[in-house]
């Protein structure tokens, strides 16, 4: 009985290397995404996605008094310039503003906003 029996492993090929690399040239989308990947290129987009969804979420007026921070654990960052605005955004636009940017920024994962009172710079006046 025992002579019959095939040995473990017997009649199979295995290679050294479980999924081959082809040989030749890499397709340019391949090369392209690895490049993106690693320069952080979509995280860019993501960012510039995520302020333009913000900017149409609270309008011209709101995104001069606001400025958005980065995003950790799904949870949006953003200074407000003054407290009346922040509780304005908190308490009464906050369920819309998520639904906006969910909508208009799905890249970037949301799920709350966290705001606080902050020193916000105009737009075109230089740092320094």
Known sequence: ????????????????????????????????????????????????????????????AGARQTKLGGVRRGVLNVTVAHPTLLEELATFQKPSLLAALRREAPGTPIHDIRFRVGPIDPPGRPKG
């Open 1 to 60: 009985m025992l002579s019959t029996r095939r040995r473990a492993g017997a009649g199979v090929n295995v290679s050294m290397s479980s999924s081959p690399k082809p040989r030749g040239p890499k397709p340019l989308g391949e090369i392209l995404g690895d490049l993106f990947a690693a320069r952080g290129y979509g995280r860019l987009q993501a960012a510039g996605e995520l302020e333009a969804a913000w900017a149409a979420a609270v309008g011209e």
